[in-house]
C-alpha cells in the first residue's frame, strides 16, 4: 500500500489536473490511496475531490496554513499506507510513475528514491530556465544515481516510518525554499542512503513570468540561509560554499546540453542566481538584525 501526499494551496485547476493523472496510474487502485492537504486555501476543493472519489480513492485534509513541508508532514500522518511518495499540485504523473517507484521500495525500503522531472511548459522561456536550473543541480549532486545527494520534493518516495523516525520536513521552511534539500542531507546524516530514479517521470507546470521567476529564486535564497543554518547548528561546522567551478558549469549549462534559446537561458540563471544572493543576504540581516532579535525575545517572553 502506498499513500500519494499533495499539499495545495489555491490552485484547484492544477490540482484537478493532478488527481486525473492519478486515475491512469498502471498501479493496482486498491494498492494506493491519495492524500490531498489543504494547506489553508480559501478556495473550497470539496467538488475537486468529490468527483473524482469514485475513480480514486482519495482523501482531503484541511488544515491552517503551514507552508508545503507542514502540509506534507500532516499528510503523511494521515496516511495509511506503508509507503508514501510526494508530488505536487502542478504535476502530472506518467502513468508506470508509481510502478517504478514501488519496485525500487521493494527491492530496498531505507532509502529515498527520486524521479526524474520534466517541463509541460516549454514554450515558456521562465519555467524552462528553472527547470534547467534543477536539471543542472540533478547532474551535478545525483551523477551516481545511487550515491544520489538532493531531490526536490514533487517526485521522491519512502518508507513512512522512516520518515516519521526522521522527523519528516522541516517546518522552519514556511515556504517551497528549501526544506527538501535539508531533508535529503539529514537523511543521510542520519546514515540513509539516496537513489535516483530517472523511469519515475513527473511533468511539471509551474507557470513564470519575469517577476514571480525573479521571486522564486529569491524564496530559493531565503531557504538557502536556513538550510546552512540547520547544517551549522547540526554538525556544528559552518558550511561551505560551493567551488567556483559549480557556478560556471551552471551558466554554462543551456550551451552545453543544446538547449532552445541557450544564451537566452544562460541570461536568466544568471539572473536566478543574482536573486538567490539576493534572498540569502536578505534572510541573514534579518536573523542578525537586532531589532528583529529583540523582538523574537519578547515574544518568547511573553509566551513563557
Same mark, same amino acid.
Given at each position: 500500500?502506498?499513500?500519494?501526499?499533495?499539499? +495545495?494551496?489555491?490552485? &484547484?485547476?492544477?490540482? $484537478?489536473?493532478?488527481?486525473?493523472?492519478?486515475?491512469?496510474?498502471?498501479?493496482? /487502485?486498491?494498492?494506493?490511496?491519495?492524500?490531498?492537504?489543504?494547506?489553508?486555501?480559501?478556495?473550497?476543493?470539496? !467538488?475537486?475531490?468529490?468527483?473524482?472519489?469514485?475513480?480514486?480513492?482519495?482523501?482531503?485534509?484541511? $488544515?491552517?496554513? +503551514?507552508? &508545503?513541508?507542514?502540509?506534507?508532514?500532516?499528510? =503523511?500522518? @494521515?496516511?495509511?499506507?506503508?509507503?508514501?511518495?510526494?508530488?505536487?499540485?502542478?504535476?502530472? &504523473?506518467?502513468?508506470?510513475?508509481?510502478? *517504478?517507484?514501488?519496485? #525500487?521500495?521493494?527491492?530496498?525500503?531505507?532509502?529515498?528514491?527520486?524521479?526524474?522531472?520534466?517541463? %509541460?511548459?516549454?514554450?515558456?522561456?521562465?519555467?524552462?530556465?528553472? $527547470?534547467?536550473?534543477?536539471?543542472?543541480?540533478?547532474?551535478?549532486?545525483?551523477?551516481?544515481?545511487?550515491?544520489?545527494?538532493?531531490?526536490?520534493?514533487?517526485?521522491?518516495?519512502?518508507?513512512?516510518?522512516?520518515?516519521?523516525?526522521?522527523?519528516?520536513?522541516?517546518?522552519?521552511?514556511?515556504?517551497?525554499?528549501?526544506?527538501?534539500?535539508?531533508?535529503?542531507? #539529514?537523511?543521510? @546524516?542520519?546514515?540513509?542512503?539516496?537513489?535516483? *530514479? !530517472?523511469? %519515475?517521470?513527473?511533468?511539471?507546470?509551474?507557470?513564470?513570468?519575469?517577476?514571480?521567476?525573479?521571486?522564486? @529564486?529569491?524564496?530559493?535564497? +531565503?531557504?538557502?540561509?536556513?538550510?546552512?543554518?540547520? /547544517?551549522?547548528?547540526?554538525? #556544528? *561546522?559552518? !558550511?561551505?560554499?560551493?567551488?567556483?567551478?559549480?557556478?560556471?558549469?551552471?551558466?554554462?549549462?543551456?550551451?552545453?546540453?543544446?538547449?532552445?534559446?541557450?544564451?537566452?537561458?544562460?541570461?536568466?540563471? =544568471?539572473?536566478? $542566481?543574482?536573486?538567490?544572493?539576493?534572498?540569502?543576504?536578505?534572510? /541573514?540581516?534579518?536573523?542578525?538584525? &537586532?531589532?528583529?532579535?529583540?523582538?523574537?525575545?519578547?515574544?518568547?517572553?511573553?509566551?513563557?
Amino acid at each position: 500500500m502506498i499513500s500519494i501526499i499533495i499539499p +495545495t494551496y489555491n490552485r &484547484p485547476v492544477l490540482l $484537478q489536473s493532478c488527481l486525473e493523472a492519478m486515475t491512469r496510474l498502471q498501479y493496482p /487502485k486498491e494498492h494506493f490511496e491519495v492524500v490531498v492537504v489543504d494547506d489553508g486555501g480559501n478556495v473550497d476543493l470539496d !467538488p475537486v475531490i468529490g468527483a473524482l472519489r469514485g475513480a480514486l480513492s482519495v482523501r482531503l485534509v484541511k $488544515q491552517e496554513n +503551514t507552508g &508545503p513541508g507542514g502540509a506534507r508532514n500532516n499528510g =503523511v500522518a @494521515h496516511a495509511t499506507g506503508k509507503f508514501i511518495a510526494f508530488i505536487d499540485d502542478d504535476c502530472s &504523473p506518467f502513468e508506470d510513475w508509481l510502478t *517504478v517507484l514501488a519496485r #525500487r521500495l521493494e527491492q530496498d525500503s531505507s532509502r529515498i528514491y527520486g524521479g526524474h522531472t520534466l517541463n %509541460a511548459l516549454e514554450s515558456n522561456v521562465f519555467t524552462s530556465a528553472s $527547470q534547467s536550473l534543477i536539471d543542472y543541480l540533478y547532474s551535478y549532486y545525483n551523477g551516481d544515481a545511487e550515491k544520489a545527494r538532493f531531490f526536490t520534493a514533487n517526485n521522491m518516495a519512502m518508507d513512512r516510518n522512516l520518515f516519521l523516525t526522521s522527523g519528516g520536513f522541516d517546518i522552519s521552511f514556511t515556504e517551497a525554499s528549501g526544506e527538501d534539500r535539508e531533508l535529503c542531507d #539529514r537523511w543521510l @546524516h542520519l546514515g540513509g542512503g539516496l537513489s535516483f *530514479v !530517472p523511469e %519515475a517521470r513527473i511533468l511539471h507546470r509551474h507557470e513564470l513570468n519575469l517577476g514571480s521567476f525573479l521571486k522564486q @529564486h529569491f524564496i530559493y535564497g +531565503t531557504g538557502a540561509w536556513r538550510f546552512r543554518e540547520c /547544517k551549522r547548528l547540526r554538525d #556544528r *561546522v559552518r !558550511p561551505k560554499l560551493e567551488p567556483l567551478v559549480f557556478y560556471v558549469n551552471l551558466m554554462r549549462h543551456a550551451c552545453m546540453k543544446k538547449l532552445h534559446r541557450p544564451f537566452l537561458l544562460s541570461l536568466l540563471l =544568471v539572473l536566478s $542566481q543574482v536573486a538567490n544572493f539576493a534572498g540569502f543576504v536578505w534572510a /541573514k540581516f534579518k536573523e542578525m538584525n &537586532p531589532f528583529a532579535s529583540r523582538s523574537n525575545h519578547a515574544v518568547k517572553a511573553n509566551r513563557s
